[in-house]
Every structure is written in C-alpha cells, then in structure tokens.
T-cell receptor, first 114, second 115 residues
C-alpha cells in the first residue's frame, strides 16, 4: 500500500465547478509535490512545497491553486478548468527538496473535465 | 541541460523471457542521481532504485538488475524471467545538483508480458 494517500480517486467536474484534490503523507517528509500526467506521457511537475512554503510553481495557470496547510497535507484547488486539464494528478513527497531522495507517489486522482 | 531518453516506446515479451529497458541521459552536473519507477495500470508510480553518479556498481534485486555506465551515459534495467505482473510503464528519471534537484523523467517504456 502507498504511504501517500490521495482523495478522491476519480473526479468528474464541469467547467464552472470548484473542487479540491487532497493528499496526505505521514512519513515525516518535508517536501511535497503536485504532478500532472496525461495518457502515455511522463509526469509533469506543477508545484513543489518545501517546509510548507511554495518553492516551485512551473508556470501553472491560476485555475490551479495549491495549498499546504501543514507538513502532512497538500491540497490542489480547482476552479474553472478546461477539458484539456483532464489528466491523472499525482501527489508525491520526499524527505526534502534538494536531498536527492526518491519521490514517493500516491495513487493519483483521475480528473475528467466535461 | 538535463535530458533522459527512453528510446523504446513499447516492448512485448512472452512470460519467462528476459527483457532490458534502455535509459540514456544527458547532464552537465557532476553530482546527479538516476532513478527507475514502475507505473502499473493502477496509476501509482512505484520507486524501484536510485543510483548516484559516483557509484557505477551494478545492482541486483531478485529478478531485477541495473547496469549503470557513465562512459555511455546509460542506466539500463533488466528483468529476468519476466512475469505478467511486470506489465507496466517504466520511467527512468534524473535529478542533478545544479537544477534544484528537480526530477527529469524519460518518456517511459510500456512493457507488456504475454502469458
């Protein structure tokens, strides 16, 4: 079983909806990540939080809004998404940014925007 | 620039055959790490191995083995006596010291093991 838990597993939303993806880890990791993965493609980095502060934002549209309430939790708030935003959204954690430690991924949320 | 190339897009093998997945990387960093991840149909990326740039010793873990060669900038992954459960997409990734330790993923190799 994965040690990074993501909810929900599946999400279907309209373009006017507001929804949130949630991620939780209890490994004591201090870096948390959001990745987006389209079918048959590698994961693309969206955001990195290091010690609960946003350290990397890979020019992601503002309709995606990350939040890190504490060192164990990571949210991704979604608003006014487009159909092309449909993808698998993966959360990951590591012991710390810049430590070369491996990323530990959750099972992901399969998002469909209608 | 950091780059990871997995030239094999899709591979199919019959169960019990050996299969090697190729990974070639480019980096100007002197300190870097290479990783392999497995992504089964369920979606989760599972960490398999990490190797640093100063350690070229090959590694074996059960049916899995990895061959790291700095001279050819390659980090190949071999599965011996493949099983149906090995069917997945495998990603090679690179993380270097001068690029904020971001992960650069290859495009992945989809492996299908036919029973």
């Amino acid at each position: 079983d994965t040690e990074v838990t993501q909810t929900p597993k599946h999400l279907v939303m309209g373009m006017t909806n507001k929804k949130s993806l949630k991620c939780e880890q209890h490994m004591g990791h201090r870096a948390m990540y959001w990745y987006k993965q389209k079918a048959k493609k590698p994961p693309e980095l969206m955001f990195v939080y290091s010690y609960e502060k946003l350290s990397i934002n890979e020019s992601v549209p503002s309709r995606f809004s990350p939040e890190c309430p504490n060192s164990s939790l990571l949210n991704l708030h979604l608003h006014a998404l487009q159909p092309e935003d449909s993808a698998l959204y993966l959360c990951a954690s590591s012991t710390g940014q810049g430590t070369f430690s491996p990323l530990h991924f959750g099972n992901g949320t399969r998002l469909t925007v209608t | 620039a950091q780059k990871v190339t997995q030239a094999q897009t899709e591979i199919s093998v019959v169960e019990k055959e050996d299969v090697t997945l190729d990974c070639v990387y480019e980096t100007r960093d002197t300190t870097y790490y290479l990783f392999w991840y497995k992504q089964p149909p369920s979606g989760e990326l599972v960490f398999l191995i990490r190797r640093n740039s100063f350690d070229e010793q090959n590694e074996i873990s059960g049916r899995y083995s990895w061959n790291f060669q700095k001279s050819t900038s390659s980090f190949n992954f071999t599965i011996t006596a493949s099983q149906v459960v090995d069917s997945a997409v495998y990603f090679c990734a690179l993380s270097g010291s001068n690029t904020g330790n971001q992960f650069y993923f290859g495009t992945g190799t989809s492996l299908t093991v036919i029973p």
